[in-house]
């Protein structure tokens, strides 16, 4: 069998087709023991030795792979707990349109995505009428804090 080192190619290529299929690291890793195993074959060593070297350099590969997946699996989802905002911390930064006037120093209501809310307007001098929009900015037990936003001219 002169040309067993196709037969490596071939099963190396399936694993890692597999691999982006189903993400679940050990095919890359085998996938790598497949290569050492075409290196042995480049090499002339007997198949035997060849299947050796392959199951070697796949357990060589989990071991030095693993910590590196684990490491970027954790950043990732460290950065999406950080992005995630749930209850009140969603609300910050979104819009609303105002559905009942907010005068300073009182209490108005806003809508955001059907829900209808208590705002004030801290700093705001002017009334804020009934369809315009605010952004909101903070909040106090239930009562959103909102700012007016600036109408681009």
């Known amino acids: 069998m002169t040309h ?3 037969i490596w190619i071939i099963v190396a ?4 087709l597999g691999e982006l299929l189903t993400q ?13 195993g075409l290196a042995g074959a480049l090499c002339g060593i007997d198949p035997a ?3 050796g070297l392959t199951a070697v350099a796949s357990v060589i590969a989990y071991f030095a792979l693993m910590p590196w997946f684990k490491r970027r699996i954790y950043m990732k989802q ?3 707990l950080q992005n995630a905002r749930t209850g009140m911390d969603a609300l910050l930064g979104r819009r609303a349109t105002v559905t ?3 005068k300073p ?13 208590q705002v004030k307007a801290i700093g705001e001098t002017d009334v804020i009428h009934r369809g315009e929009e605010v952004v909101v900015n903070g909040y106090d037990s239930i009562i959103l804090s909102v700012q007016r936003i600036s109408k681009q001219n």
């Open 4 to 6: 067993v080192w196709i």
């Open 13 to 16: 290529v399936v694993l890692l």
């Open 24 to 36: 679940s690291i050990w095919m890359l890793c085998v996938a790598a023991g497949c290569v050492a």
């Open 49 to 51: 030795w060849q299947i």
């Open 78 to 80: 460290s950065r999406d």
């Open 100 to 102: 009942h006037e907010i």
């Open 105 to 117: 120093g009182e209490l108005g209501r806003a809508r955001i995505d059907g829900d209808n809310w």
